[in-house]
């Protein structure tokens, strides 16, 4: 199947992320108007500029709109603040269905805040993170239960993002990583597709996409020792695609393991939130193609995409088509 024909197929998908639904605040700051604050002697980062957008699983809702997505819905929890207001009408700007993202008092709303230089253009201050230290009520974590449950039939396209970095913080919980085991179970034709920063050995009966970094822990820590193929059979995973950036990807069947290049790009403008672009490019052309190496070549193509552009990117249908024609020539 061309990509010309997997993209005429997007518009026919629907997909549903679930997990950390983040907040991107890109603020550009002014180093000439730095001046010491006249109460702490401090000086001051003089923002003169913010944009917002979606991070983490709203990364991947970005790039499933920007590729073409028929329809796409999120699952997870945002503050009742106002970071979470900022969240909400971004991912409905994009055509992102929220009406199942838990609007929660008392929780913060995932936010990524990023300082960026406006002489330089570049982020050279530290990052300031709202994270969430305590565990998820319980009363909260039965809503995304039972949210998810509700939901799953209706989707042809399932994208887990666990993006948190303490378990203990995490939205997506061991209870669900259950929940989604035996609803991928029930649905064999739904594709369930998961990217996990840390916990990637913690999912059962899913289509996995760690990193290389993460595979490489994942194996190290269920048996001492890098083997692909050994760690997609211990987790019960039907497919296992690992990202190796600029090496490409390797796609691990329970029949073998294909490497599959990615179009070579001289010095990309910013590598992060490729591998959400990938997910969400790879698992809709595997809704499509059902064909695990050519949704890996798509995902590719997707991703880059994407590391030309600053910030999370994005790729149209026609940004792809002109990356597969510049791989050809």
């Known amino acids: 199947m061309t990509t010309a024909q997997i993209l005429a197929g997007l518009p026919g998908l629907s997909a549903l992320v679930v997990g950390d639904i983040c907040l991107d605040r890109w ?6 108007a730095s001046e010491p604050s006249r109460e702490t002697g401090i000086p001051r980062i003089a923002v003169v500029a913010t944009e917002v957008t979606p991070g983490a699983g709203g990364t991947v809702c970005n790039n499933l709109a920007a590729l073409g997505c028929g329809r796409i819905e999120a699952i997870g929890v945002v503050g009742e603040d106002g970071f979470g207001h900022e969240l909400l009408r971004a991912l409905r700007e994009r055509g992102v269905g929220t009406q199942r993202l838990l609007c929660e008092p008392g929780l913060p709303t995932f936010t990524y805040t990023k300082l960026i230089n406006r002489q330089s253009g570049i982020e050279d201050r530290p990052r300031v993170d709202f994270i969430n230290e305590r565990p998820l009520p319980e009363a909260v974590e039965r ?12 989707f042809d396209v399932i994208l887990v993002s666990d993006q948190a970095e303490t378990g ?5 919980t061991p209870a669900m990583r259950s929940l989604l085991a035996e609803l991928a179970q029930k649905f064999p034709e739904k594709v369930v597709w998961a990217d996990s920063r840390l916990r990637i050995h913690e999912f059962r009966r899913l289509i996995l996409k760690p990193n290389q970094q993460e595979a490489e822990a994942a194996c190290r820590r269920l048996f001492g020792e890098v083997d692909y193929r ?13 990202t190796r950036g ?3 990807v390797v796609v691990v069947t329970p029949t073998g393991q294909t490497p599959v290049p990615t179009r070579k790009v001289e010095k990309p403008v910013d590598i992060c939130g490729a591998g959400d672009s990938f997910s969400a490019g790879a698992a809709l052309a595997l809704a499509v193609t059902r064909d695990p190496v050519a949704a890996a070549r ?3 193509l997707v991703a ?9 990117g994005t790729a149209s249908p026609e940004e792809v088509l002109a990356a597969e ?3 050809r020539s």
């Open 230 to 242: 050994r760690l997609r059979a211990a987790l019960e995973s039907p497919l296992l695609i690992v």
């Open 143 to 154: 809503k995304l239960l039972a949210a998810l449950e509700e939901a799953f039939p209706q």
């Open 304 to 312: 880059s995409v994407t590391i030309m552009k600053k910030g999370t």
């Open 246 to 248: 600029g090496e490409g």
């Open 325 to 327: 024609a510049a791989a």
């Open 27 to 32: 603020c550009t700051y002014d180093p000439a």
């Open 168 to 172: 203990q913080a995490a939205v997506v």
């Open 298 to 300: 798509f995902g590719n």
